[in-house]
């Protein structure tokens, strides 16, 4: 079998009684990334199809975190991508860190007048289905399989992919490509890896990530800095909480029994006047080993990726969507011009803006790594300056704003 950019790949359609698709943009993925695309693209009347391998229920119902930060909402709001969430969108205002047996809350939108939204990301996932098929007539086809592309490097690039009702390989001819489809998809393989060098980093840490049929145990986001390891709080409806417990990479969710979860939990989080945990059934239990890449040339040819597929961040800093959406902004916008413009400004500065960003926010996740597990690390010299930096952001305003502007994306221009 040829590799997606083989000279060899085949450029025209098998069948010739069944001639290629044209389209001016594939997009292969269907998450927020893709589907805000394609959504920007149908607004400006850009014909386009999105390619996604699972069924419309799998996207619509995928578990994934929801915070997203005030400047990518009104960014939605602008392209009118955001009437549901802004209706039903949560606002926190407030996170709480708890070390040394002790509650501190931090106040960011006190010092910012900024707040994040919690939106469980299936249901933006959802309203922007909604949104590019019903409202702006996008064409969108589930359950395909063997996604390739094809002439990356050529001025007439195509996507195939095996059509789930007949068996049969379909073509479209197009003059992009927007490879939105995550870190496992099959878009980023398809960079010529003489182009390509992809930046890599292992926390040596894992999160055990859980699902809770329990109401939230505090009002706002709970971090648990503890000598036996990280801990997390998260609201995700009034009767669902998220928790995360650090544990050895590779661990077996198995390995963590109900007791033993809420033991190491009320535990990790315990602190003078912190009510106790409402405790429930575990319904999810799974281990995310901390790792993160950046795809330094996520542009080749007429290929460009966007969101997980061009970079990963771990959920140390619950910073994946809102880089998706950035980029998902920045691409859209720069297809749209050179399309009905003429104008390859933003196709030309692709790179060199996501990247910015997302350099940004992988060295604030690293620091908060630090913060997060240096106490845990077995390193006296780590756990003591882990504790020294936690302190200063209640003793000194400037850092405190700083980690505010940080922490809400603010410090990095869109």
Same mark, same amino acid.
């Given at each position: 079998?040829?590799?997606?950019?083989?000279?060899?790949?085949?450029?025209?359609?098998?069948?010739?009684?069944?001639?290629?698709?044209?389209?001016?943009?594939?997009?292969?993925?269907?998450?927020?990334?893709?589907?805000?695309?394609?959504?920007?693209?149908?607004?400006?009347?850009?014909?386009?199809?999105?390619?996604?391998?699972?069924?419309?229920?799998?996207?619509?119902?995928?578990?994934?975190?929801?915070?997203?930060?005030?400047?990518?909402?009104?960014?939605?709001?602008?392209?009118?991508?955001?009437?549901?969430?802004?209706?039903?969108?949560?606002?926190?205002?407030?996170?709480?860190?708890?070390?040394?047996?002790?509650?501190?809350?931090?106040?960011?939108?006190?010092?910012?007048?900024?707040?994040?939204?919690?939106?469980?990301?299936?249901?933006?996932?959802?309203?922007?289905?909604?949104?590019?098929?019903?409202?702006?007539?996008?064409?969108?086809?589930?359950?395909?399989?063997?996604?390739?592309?094809?002439?990356?490097?050529?001025?007439?690039?195509?996507?195939?992919?095996?059509?789930?009702?007949?068996?049969?390989?379909?073509?479209?001819?197009?003059?992009?490509?927007?490879?939105?489809?995550?870190?496992?998809?099959?878009?980023?393989?398809?960079?010529?890896?003489?182009?390509?060098?992809?930046?890599?980093?292992?926390?040596?840490?894992?999160?055990?990530?859980?699902?809770?049929?329990?109401?939230?145990?505090?009002?706002?986001?709970?971090?648990?800095?503890?000598?036996?390891?990280?801990?997390?709080?998260?609201?995700?409806?009034?009767?669902?909480?998220?928790?995360?417990?650090?544990?050895?990479?590779?661990?077996?969710?198995?390995?963590?029994?109900?007791?033993?979860?809420?033991?190491?939990?009320?535990?990790?989080?315990?602190?003078?006047?912190?009510?106790?945990?409402?405790?429930?059934?575990?319904?999810?239990?799974?281990?995310?080993?901390?790792?993160?890449?950046?795809?330094?040339?996520?542009?080749?040819?007429?290929?460009?990726?966007?969101?997980?597929?061009?970079?990963?961040?771990?959920?140390?800093?619950?910073?994946?969507?809102?880089?998706?959406?950035?980029?998902?902004?920045?691409?859209?916008?720069?297809?749209?011009? /050179?399309?009905?413009?003429?104008?390859?400004?933003? =196709? $030309? %500065?692709? @790179?060199? &803006?996501? *990247? !910015? #960003?997302?350099?940004?926010?992988?060295?604030?996740?690293?620091?908060?790594?630090?913060?997060? /597990?240096?106490?845990?690390?077995?390193?006296?010299? =780590? $756990? %003591?300056? @882990?504790? &020294?930096? *936690? !302190? #200063?952001?209640?003793?000194?305003?400037?850092?405190?704003?700083?980690?505010?502007?940080?922490?809400?994306?603010?410090?990095?221009?869109?």
């Amino acid at each position: 079998m040829t590799s997606p950019h083989s000279p060899s790949s085949p450029s025209v359609p098998s069948d010739p009684s069944d001639p290629a698709e044209r389209r001016p943009v594939v997009i292969v993925g269907a998450g927020p990334a893709g589907l805000t695309v394609g959504a920007l693209l149908r607004a400006a009347s850009v014909d386009c199809v999105v390619l996604e391998t699972e069924s419309r229920q799998f996207v619509e119902t995928r578990p994934r975190a929801g915070v997203i930060e005030e400047w990518a909402v009104r960014e939605l709001d602008r392209r009118g991508l955001a009437a549901n969430l802004l209706e039903h969108a949560q606002a926190h205002t407030e996170c709480e860190f708890r070390f040394g047996g002790e509650r501190y809350r931090f106040p960011y939108t006190r010092l910012t007048d900024q707040h994040h939204y919690f939106y469980p990301q299936p249901l933006l996932v959802t309203d922007l289905v909604r949104e590019y098929t019903e409202v702006r007539g996008g064409d969108i086809r589930f359950g395909v399989r063997d996604v390739r592309l094809h002439d990356l490097d050529s001025d007439r690039p195509s996507v195939s992919y095996l059509c789930p009702r007949t068996d049969q390989r379909r073509w479209i001819h197009c003059a992009f490509v927007a490879g939105c489809d995550g870190a496992r998809g099959v878009t980023r393989d398809a960079l010529p890896p003489e182009r390509v060098r992809i930046a890599r980093h292992d926390y040596g840490i894992a999160w055990l990530a859980l699902l809770a049929e329990a109401p939230p145990s505090c009002d706002c986001v709970v971090f648990g800095v503890h000598p036996r390891g990280f801990a997390g709080h998260m609201a995700r409806s009034p009767e669902v909480t998220r928790y995360y417990l650090q544990c050895p990479p590779g661990d077996d969710p198995e390995n963590w029994p109900h007791e033993r979860v809420w033991t190491e939990l009320r535990e990790r989080l315990g602190a003078a006047g912190a009510p106790p945990l409402t405790e429930g059934r575990l319904i999810e239990k799974r281990v995310l080993d901390m790792h993160e890449y950046v795809v330094e040339t996520p542009a080749t040819g007429r290929l460009y990726l966007a969101g997980d597929a061009a970079h990963l961040t771990a959920p140390i800093a619950a910073k994946g969507l809102n880089l998706a959406l950035h980029d998902a902004f920045l691409l859209g916008d720069a297809l749209v011009a /050179h399309l009905t413009r003429g104008d390859s400004t933003g =196709l $030309a %500065g692709y @790179t060199e &803006a996501s *990247l !910015r #960003r997302v350099w940004d926010y992988q060295e604030f996740s690293r620091w908060l790594s630090d913060i997060y /597990h240096g106490a845990s690390s077995g390193d006296p010299y =780590l $756990a %003591g300056t @882990t504790l &020294a930096r *936690l !302190r #200063r952001l209640f003793t000194q305003p400037a850092a405190a704003l700083a980690f505010a502007e940080q922490y809400l994306g603010s410090a990095a221009a869109f």
